[in-house]
């Protein structure tokens, strides 16, 4: 299972960033795909999670209407958008395949992350 | 919003054995797993479901789950395993993840 990521950005605030995230390995449409970040010294933050088979999409509250994640299977990618971006959004943005059992799910892969820097 | 809580730093000296620990309310009715993310690197899960190890992870990482307190436990630590390690579990209000916010592990 390898996830590779697209490369690092710096964004002025209020634009737009969209990361990819390459799949390869497995069958990419059976593992929900979820994304994660890491500002500078602090912990992980869950951010939302796709499911690569139909695009349905679950996003944490705190990103709603700031958040776009979408997939396309031809290419066994995935996508996070966040736009409106401020400075605390600065960050290192994992994608990771979730594995889920009917009461718990587990990140199994990640990958390499992308920075993000928003400065002006 | 459920709540994980870890303890900021554990030190212990090589060979020794480490034990991190994740509270949260009633947790051992959850199912905890555990990440180690080492110096600029991407995290790694090290147990899942409490206590079970992915393939590839040494049998000197175990842990454990009961009451309210969840254990990772590290056995004969090396210099390689300072890292911070993380806990998570699903909130059952809404399915979503949530992180501990980390322990840094220090080895003497």
């Known amino acids: 299972v390898q996830l590779v990521q697209s490369g690092a950005e710096v964004k002025e605030p209020g634009a737009s960033v969209k990361l990819s995230c390459k799949a390869s390995?497995?069958?990419?449409?059976?593992?929900?795909m979820n994304w994660v970040r890491q500002a500078p010294g602090q912990g992980l933050e869950w951010m939302g999670i796709?499911?690569?088979?139909?695009?349905?999409?679950t996003y944490e509250q705190r990103f709603q209407g700031r958040v776009t994640m979408t997939r396309d299977t031809s290419t066994s990618t995935v996508y996070m958008e966040l736009s409106s971006l401020r400075y605390e959004d600065t960050a290192v943005y994992y994608c990771?395949?979730?594995?889920?059992?009917?009461?718990?799910?587990?990140?199994?892969?990640w990958g390499q992350g992308t920075l993000v820097t928003v400065s002006s | 919003s459920y709540v994980l809580t870890q303890a900021p730093s554990v030190s212990v000296a090589p060979r020794q054995t480490a034990r991190i620990t994740c509270g949260g309310n009633?947790?051992?009715?959850?199912?905890v797993h555990w990440y180690q993310q080492r110096p600029g690197q991407a995290p790694v899960l090290v147990v899942y479901?409490?206590?079970d190890r992915p393939s590839g992870i040494p049998g000197r990482f175990s842990g454990s789950n009961s009451g309210n307190t969840a254990t990772l436990t590290i056995s004969r630590v090396e210099a390689g395993d300072e890292a911070d390690y993380y806990c998570?579990?699903?909130?059952?209000?809404?399915?979503?993840?949530?992180f501990g916010g980390g322990t840094k592990l220090t080895v003497l």
């Open positions: 990771a395949r979730g594995d889920c059992t009917s009461t718990s799910c587990y990140y199994d892969s």
């Open positions: 390995g497995y069958t990419f449409y059976t593992y929900y």
């Open positions: 796709i499911n690569p088979s139909g695009g349905s999409t």
């Open positions: 009633n947790i051992g009715s959850k199912s």
């Open positions: 479901d409490d206590s």
């Open positions: 998570q579990v699903s909130d059952t209000t809404n399915d979503h993840p949530v």
